[in-house]
């Protein structure tokens, strides 16, 4: 005598059912929150970085530091966090970056002929006043804003 096993067809949904579910509203307003949470964080940083590259603020009024920046090299970013660091207490000198990488970058980089992993001080009427070449402490950095501004 052979016994057949029952297959069980698989559970459908009840079409009766409300497509929303209470977990499913729940979770809405949870899923809303997060991605409201995530996209005002990459505009907001979308918006630091685009400050952070604008060059049209040298000669505005306000003493500025460029930072000569190849994205892709570890001393130029080591470099970024310490000038980044350094100007917590600057509130009146700008930090920027000329990023090689880019036309504009590449240009101020030529035109005053130095390597990346370089800083540019210009006074407030956009003059250059002052270059440091290579990796800099935060001291040395505090010591040449206090200097030259």
Known sequence: MSKKRNKSKKSQPDSSAPLLTRRRLIGLP??????????????????????LHDLSVIGQGEPVIVQIHDPGCPTCRRLKSVVQNSMKSQESVKHRLADITTTEGSALQKEYNVPHVTLLYFDAKGKHVHTTTGMQTKKNIEAEISRLF
């Open 30 to 51: 949870i899923a809303a929150a997060i991605i409201g949470t995530t996209a005002f964080g990459l505009s907001a940083r979308e918006a630091s970085n685009h400050e």
